[in-house]
């Protein structure tokens, strides 16, 4: 092929060194013109120079190369003849590469070309997710989107319903992360302002100094084999997924095929005032496994519904859950009953974690993580409908160039105490198409907010 | 001392040949009438009606209206008459007596602050050999009682209950030497008596969850007319029977009075209250009407919550043939209460909802006494009486749910699957759909219990020897005419069963005893001596346990070696007393209500409208009959001395109270395996879910999915097996345990010139159980690492828990301080409870070995090296004895040689193993608890006003304390108040008025 590739330029090459119609070319007496090739980058690109554009005489063959100057302009010396004019730019911020092209064909360079008019060469772009650098976890950057799990009034006035809850589990990476294996927990004692702990001795977790967090009851582990595109997200539902809009108005309905459940009945916690069988929409694939520890009685797996201390974690290096789980070394007690076991799960398994606080008690209240999961938390009135929900990281999301135009602002979901500082309304946004990047900071105080209502109900 | 004991040992042995000689042989055969007149000694009126008795009540008449009484048929000698009327002080005198003698003139007087004997704190009764207390009516005024059970603080080392008010939403109790929440039962065994009525709570159901029998609610008994309550703390008469745990008798107003107008106000309680005695006629007796109101409220700041008692009692007593030496005397009560706990008017209850308890009594007797005065018989009883008690519970709550709720309803065992209400209201499983709705819940209990008895004494005097024998016969029934729980509308009725309490059968009970009781004068002293025996048998008809009988031998003993008015040494006796006391079983034991065990068999998914047509496994069980079940009993000694040496007076008594087997609810383990489906095997249903009907297989759970339409074929799923235990309740008798303990008096008396007494009581009292029977237990709704059911029992010693028992130590003392200044009618005391040593200690004891063991970390499932597991500030982790597998039930693993191997050699089973290791919560669970002393103040004023009014009034804990408290095995500081135990009673004021018109 190369050598067909050579035979053809020898010929060009004669061809010019034996033509006399170039009046213009004092060696060889050839007319040439100039052809200005301007970029015409889509928004939110802007002409960054350096580009090469390649002009291909398509009668010819012979292509000539130059380089884009910063205002997105290269310019030709060509003879007359029929030209095609291509560019491709490869640009990248954190999350993706974005590959931008542009093509003209019929370019006529005759007598009466006008040397000194632009070219336009309309461009596209193109993203496609950018490798990560460094750590290659198959599960990428999956954090907790959101987490609903105060409730709402009840219609008839009686007071909250609660056997709502739901976590939204979002890939906030530009890399696919695989769901499989993804286990829930939450810290023990159930609520932050519990005012006593049998892990909390002397001032301190007992647990600080060590390796795990303790994990209430056990965990709840998903089954299926699930990816996540960058900036997909997977609702898990903790206790009944059905429609519960229907009964209760101010509540949301979470009878959703692409939904996950915490549903296990066999493991024991079959207490159907806390899990009934999950909306027949649901394939029993996308229901999690309870790992229930030996000793606890508990018939439901409950979460506190004012300040939990929820995380999500994967078991790492091949180890079963349920081998862990299982095996005594990894079971810790806790509390004022034998039957307050916690999973001891190693830190390094954690991807990520949320710690409430309810809001009028957050003086009695402590942290439960440690400082390498996370510090800080996030205020919250339950009852009313009011769910935790990930700040945006604002400067990323305005950095992706496909965001521009797509994102809303002056964000109104927000509590007056606690709102989202970057004023980006995000689900709005992701209605519009815009890939949002969310806070991670491993501060639950940066990284959170109250929102007035569940996103499932926006 | 020694040269004493032979005295009495030799006197017992002629006593014993003498018993058989007839009563012909006695040595002095002569009679004679002794007559008198009683009259009020301040008005010199004639006092009418009043009742004399000769001998603690060997022979008795009772005044005519003119307060002539006339006893015929006396012998001659030394004896003593006790005089007593409703509104005058009780006389006792001393007198011998002879033929040539005249007519007495005993001037009685009133019962008031004028006296100088009064007497406001618990006194013991000396009439009585068994040791017993007595608080009279001036004592219960002074102490405003608005509930019986607050009498029992005035037992010695008695404290004030922390409990202000009646608004409880359980009942309140009494409990004698013990303490309620003890195991043993021991407000059940605690007998009481209203008027010689037996209140009993043989046929309640305990409607809770707690294994646990309670005795009868007091709080529907009228406090304002009750005259005196006597507490039989150690052995009674065998004319007493179903007890255990002591005796409460509470004697209300009888005879002739004024008009008595009371009103009494704590923080949390009102109560009015009316009271007469009606004279009607020359003769047609006397009728007693009271009338009381009382309401209680639960919290100051919510008044709306509440308990009302509303009582009329009426008594009618008259004796026929008062002159002629044969009295016979007719008695007859009846007494209604209607009130009960009402939460109704709460407006923090949602619009609505409400819960109320009736509490309403209906108690009739008739009482005969003749005394007939014939050889072979002195006097005759007979007694019947009825106790009715409608305590019928309504609660109305508000429900709601996004989805269906399955209910469960069906008694019988099988695979049943969820079915709406219109398709077939009787459905073993109803589902109701999602929505709002009210539930309105009844539990009507109304239990009846009836007895009737009759009972003669004879008096033989032999020689010196002054004989009583006694005999009688008892029959009781006991039933429950309520219709047990049940709901308003079956349409949004929850899982429950129905179970009617009407349907229990009746129990009757026939006991028969009989009694010597003689009194011998031992040069200057006396001995006197009780020995009866007691028979009960129990006849349950249709139960497994059929008719149970017992024998309950008693004995008291009491040796006076001085009694005299004055001298240093006035009074000195000594006391004894052994005996057996048995609790007749409750419905509770002989009919328990079958329970429910529930599995769910097949979970689809929920549909659109919310709907979900779970299925579920019932299995009913009732307890298992147990043919080794010995009823429960207790078997008890006392011995005490008292003492009075110029105007001291001490008492001192030590107690042993055994339980013997105590009743204990365990489980035994039976192999099951049932079938599961889940929405999985729906999946591919071919069947659109609205069209499919689920059937199910009652005896296999096989569900097969049919199509409505008729379009698609029926579908058989796809089931796996659950393989676990049915585990079923029995009752077997626990380890027997023993309460003991110290009661001890000393009065210094009166001080003349301050007018002043100092009273110090206290008691030291210790409860131990560590109970060692062998319990199977295991967690098998646990799954085991292969996601199977938990497949291993353990069979502890005791409970499957850390300890087996527990320890409690308690020291109280009281100091009264009591001014009484006639003059002005008034008296006044301050009340001081301490609590010195509060102590409470865990147990995990074994008589054959090791029960737990120390461990380093707390889920370390290996001994420490030190294994100490008392008082060491580490946790403790108990093993069971033995295990055994579903797959061999039979054989009994040893567990710790078995555990430890596994450990090394079997990890998978170490796993499961370690599953059954049982283990305390704190690291100062064994770790002794003392509580630092603490104590309360109580101050009482009674101010009569004149022979028309009488004012009370009395702080509680009057300087407020709220001291920090520590505890031992912590080492905790905190608040008296914020303490769980609820140590001491917060301030609060009581006053009342009494009006006599």
Known sequence: MKKIQSLFYLAALALLLFSSSCEDDPIIGVKTFDVIVQLEYPAPFEPAGGVTVRLRNLTTGVVDENVADSAGAAVFTVVAGVYEATVSEERADDYFRYIITGSRINIAVTDTWFSDIPVPLPLTATSLPKPAEGDVSPYGKLIIKELYVGGCQKDDGSGAWTRDAYLIVYNNSSQPAAIDNLAIGTCFPHNAHQATSAFWVNGAWIYANESWLPSVYGAWQTTKRDTLAPGEQRVIVVYQAIDHTSVYSNSVNLANAAYYVAYDPESGYSNTSYHIPPSELIPTAQYLKAYRLPGVTANAWTISVNSPALFLFTPRDGTSLADFANDENNKVLHGTSASQAALKVPRTWILDAIEVFQEDRIADSKTRFTPDVNVGYVPYTNNFGHTLYRNVDKAATEAIFGNAGKLVYNYSLGMEESTDPSGIDAEASIRNGAFIIYRETNNSTNDFHQRSRASLRD | ?997
């Open chain 2, 1 to 997: 001392m020694s040269s004493c004991l032979r005295h009495i040992f030799s006197s017992l042995l002629i006593y014993c040949c003498a018993a058989t000689i007839p009563a012909a042989a006695a040595d002095d055969d002569r009679r004679i009438t002794l007559s008198g007149t009683v009259t009020n000694a301040r008005t010199k009126e004639p006092a009418p009606f009043v009742s004399v008795l000769l001998n603690d009540g060997e022979r008795w008449t009772v005044a005519d209206e003119k307060g002539l009484f006339i006893i015929r048929n006396v012998p001659p000698g030394e004896m003593t008459l006790t005089i007593t009327a409703l509104g005058y002080a009780k006389r006792k005198i001393k007198l011998h007596a002879e033929d040539s003698m005249p007519p007495l003139r005993i001037a009685l007087p009133e019962d008031n602050l004028l006296l100088e004997e009064v007497v406001v704190a618990a006194q013991a009764n000396h009439d009585e050999i068994a040791s017993s207390y007595v608080i009279d009516r001036a004592g219960l005024e002074h102490l405003q009682m608005l509930n019986v059970a607050d009498a029992m603080r005035l037992l010695p080392g008695g404290q004030t209950n922390y409990n202000q008010h009646l608004a409880t939403g359980s009942g309140q109790y009494l409990a004698v030497r013990s303490v309620s929440s003890e195991d043993g039962n021991p407000t059940f065994g605690a007998a009481l008596e209203v008027d010689g009525v037996r209140l009993s709570s043989n046929a309640a159901f305990n409607m809770t969850t707690e294994r646990r029998i309670y005795g009868t609610d007091t709080r529907n008994i009228a406090s304002a007319n009750v005259e005196s309550v006597e507490v039989v703390t150690g052995m009674p008469s065998v004319q007493y029977g179903d007890l255990s745990n002591g005796l409460v008798k509470i004697t209300t107003h009888r005879g002739a009075s004024p008009l008595y107008i009371t009103a009494s106000t704590k923080p949390n309680t009102k109560q009015a209250a009316l009271s007469k005695g009606f004279t009607l006629g020359r003769k047609a007796g006397v009728l007693n009407a009271s009338l009381e109101h009382t309401v209680s409220i639960a919290d100051l700041a919510s008044p709306y919550t509440s308990y009302d008692r509303n009582t009329l009692s009426l008594r009618y007593t008259h004796t026929f043939n008062t002159h002629d030496g044969r009295p016979l005397s007719v008695e007859a009560g009846i007494t209604g209460n209607m009130g009960g706990y009402n939460a109704q008017s709460d407006p923090d209850l949602f619009v609505d909802t409400y819960s109320k308890a009736r509490d309403n009594a209906l108690r009739a007797y008739v009482k005969m006494q003749w005394l007939l005065d014939r050889p072979g018989i002195t006097s005759i009883e007979a007694t019947a009486s009825v106790d009715y008690t409608d305590k019928l519970t309504e609660e109305q709550t508000n429900k709601s749910n996004s989805s269906s709720v399955a209910v469960l309803h069906g008694k019988e065992e099988g695979y049943f699957v969820a079915t709406r209400y219109e398709d077939n209201p009787s459905a073993p499983i109803l589902l109701i759909p999602a929505g709002y709705w009210y539930q309105r819940r009844y539990v009507d209990s109304k239990p009846l219990n009836t007895a009737a008895g009759v009972k003669a004494k004879w008096l033989h005097p032999l020689g010196r020897l002054h004989n009583q024998l006694m005999a009688g016969l008892d029959f009781t029934g006991t039933g429950n005419k309520g219709r047990g729980e049940y709901y308003q509308d079956m349409r949004y009725a929850p899982t429950w069963r129905d179970y009617r309490f009407d349907e229990a059968p009746d129990m009757y009970t026939v006991a028969g005893y009989i009694e010597e009781k003689v009194q011998w004068p031992i040069g200057a002293t006396t001995l006197q001596g009780v020995a009866g025996v007691r028979w009960d048998k129990t006849f349950v008809a249709a139960a497994r346990y059929g008719s149970v009988g017992s024998l309950s031998p008693r004995f008291n003993l009491r040796y006076t070696v001085t009694d005299r008015p004055d001298g240093p040494l006035r009074r000195l006796a000594f006391t004894a007393g052994w005996g057996k006391a048995v609790k007749l079983p409750s419905f509770e034991v002989l009919y328990p209500r079958p329970s429910y065990i529930d599995r769910l068999a097949f979970a689809p998914g929920t549909m659109a409208d919310g709907t979900t047509f779970l299925a579920y496994y019932i299995e009913p069980y009732a307890t298992v009959y147990n043919p080794d079940l010995r009823w429960q009993h207790s078997r008890q000694w006392e011995i005490g001395a008292e003492a009075k040496i110029h105007t001291v007076s001490l008492s001192m008594l030590f107690f042993h109270h055994r339980t013997i087997d105590p009743y204990r609810y365990t489980n035994r383990y039976t192999p099951f395996t049932y079938k599961f489906t889940g929405q999985e095997a729906l999946e591919n249903s071919a069947i659109p879910s609205a069209d499919r009907q689920y059937r199910i297989d009652p005896s296999t759970g096989i569900i097969t999915v049919v199509d409505r339409t008729g379009v698609q074929p029926s579908e058989v799923l796809a089931y796996h097996e659950r393989r676990t235990f049915k585990a079923r309740e029995t009752i077997v008798n626990g380890t027997s345990f023993v309460r003991r303990g110290v009661e001890w008096v000393v009065d210094f008396g009166k001080i003349p010139l301050l007018q002043t007494s100092v009273r110090l009581d206290g008691h030291y009292y210790q409860y131990r159980n560590a109970d060692e029977t062998l319990t199977p237990s295991s967690p098998y709704l646990q799954n085991m690492a292969d996601g199977n059911p938990y497949k291993y029992v353990g069979y502890y010693i005791g409970d499957a828990a850390a300890a087996n028992g527990y320890e409690t130590r308690k020291a109280n003392l009281n100091i009264t301080i009591t001014t009484h200044i006639p003059a002005i009618r008034m008296i006044l005391s301050l009340r001081t409870e301490v609590c010195l040593y509060n102590f409470r200690q865990n147990l995990s004891e074994y008589s054959r070995g090791e029960r737990g063991f120390a461990v380093d970390n707390r889920s370390d499932n290996f001994p420490s090296p030190d294994p100490t597991r008392y008082n060491s500030d580490r946790y403790v982790a108990v093993y069971p004895l033995y295990y055994a597998s579903r797959d061999d039930m039979e054989t009994l693993i040893p567990f710790a040689e078995a555990f430890a191997k596994a450990y090394l050699n079997d990890r998978p089973l170490y796993n499961e193993l370690a599953k059954l290791v049982e283990r305390a919560n704190t690291d100062y669970y064994f770790n002794a608890d003392r509580i630092s002393a603490y104590y309360a103040m109580n101050l009482s004023v009674t101010k009569e006003l004149g022979n028309v009014a009488t004012l009370s009034f009395s702080a509680t804990n009057f300087t407020n304390n709220a001291q920090q408290i520590t505890e031992s095995d912590t080492g905790l500081q905190n608040s008296i108040y914020n303490h769980g135990k609820r140590l001491i009673p917060r301030f609060y004021y009581s006053l009342s008025l009494k009006i006599k018109l």
